[in-house]
């Protein structure tokens, strides 16, 4: 790998490092009741903002209450993720192709399971609703959005990466992007 190329490595695998400081995602629910909006903030270990309040809302319409403890990708992806970084890291000392393969297919298998995985949160949470609840509507479920806008009664719920996710998807855009800048510059010189 050129020297360009291991830098970029690295510098990817720092933007991916920031995550374990910043949140990844966020899910955003606004109403005329709540001008100010209520947050979710989603980092790779933990659910921060108003999440007493939403909770205090769910209960309403029958959905479990979000509680940390209850997910497991909470105990397991922190170290995960900081394989992942590891790898880049390696990959941008040892400047090899076979990690750097590795290390791509790693990444984006770790985004694509990591997406399944939160839209099947969302789907529990929205659709398995406690049949006891004071607020029914036939028919209706309450799964946010994997990605964008989405009314939920009277809220509009979005779900969107944060900075931390942003950063984790630029690193595999930059990643990428070495990828096939290498396979291109390996052909030319064969």
């Known amino acids: 790998m050129t020297k360009k190329s291991r830098i970029i490595i690295a510098v990817s695998g720092l933007l991916m490092l920031s995550t374990f400081f910043l949140p990844l995602w966020q899910i955003i629910l606004e109403a005329p009741q709540y001008p100010e909006g209520l947050g979710l903030k989603i ?19 029958g959905m479990k209450h979000i509680v940390v403890d209850d997910f497991i990708e909470f105990k397991i992806v922190p170290y995960i993720f900081a394989t992942i970084v590891l790898l880049a890291f390696l990959t941008a000392i040892t400047g090899n192709k076979k990690l750097l393969w590795f290390l791509f297919i790693f990444l984006m298998t770790f985004a694509v399971v990591g997406l399944i995985d939160f839209y099947m949160w969302e789907y529990d949470y929205g659709h398995n609703l ?3 609840a004071a607020i029914k509507v036939p028919g209706m479920s309450y799964q946010p959005p994997l990605i964008g806008y989405k009314q939920l009664l009277n809220f509009l719920a979005g779900s969107f990466p944060d900075i931390g996710g942003v950063f984790t998807a630029i690193a595999g855009v930059l990643i990428g992007g070495v990828l096939f800048f290498e396979h291109r510059l390996q052909k030319v010189t064969i």
């Open 43 to 61: 980092w790779l270990n933990d659910i921060t903002g108003n999440v007493d309040q939403i909770n205090g809302l769910n209960h309403y319409i």
């Open 130 to 132: 406690d049949p006891k």
